[in-house]
């Protein structure tokens, strides 16, 4: 179900609610090697199949900058928010990627409206977007995503 949030009151009014549970999503090797030749990024670790079954991760693992990415997938099934002229990706307060996702499992993220402040022009938030992978005992991925709401 996708939270909807009307204009700057309502923005002050989901502080510190969890905005949603995302569907899982599949992390497949086509994907990471996509990813790495669109950033440049060939780390064997992430493209290499073979190589990659004698690390400890027993096979390839999705680049953390990759989990990162589908913030903006996830956040547009979560929640809409609407009564505003434009958003803007501001950038991210902090990024932890505190454990791998191993190619072929599932993903998916939490997210929670962690504070919202007034600006020139609108209103800046921060999203707590907690990335889990599916049978993990902790998350791949917590980031704080700053966006600007401009009237």
Known sequence: ??????????????????????????????????????????????????????????????????????????????FEVTGFAMALNYGYEKVRFPAPVPVGRRVRMRAELARATEVAGGIQTVVLQTFECEGGEKPVCVAEAVSRWLV
């Open 1 to 78: 179900m996708t939270t909807r949030i009307e204009g700057v009151d309502g923005v002050r009014d989901h502080v510190g609610a969890e905005l949603g549970v995302s569907a899982w999503h599949d992390v497949t090797q086509e994907a990471i090697d996509a990813f790495a030749e669109n950033t440049g990024d060939f780390q064997w670790i992430h493209v290499d199949p073979e190589r990659a079954t004698a690390t400890p991760f027993g096979g390839t693992i999705a680049h953390g900058l990759y989990t990162l990415s589908l913030g903006p997938r996830f956040n547009a099934e979560l």
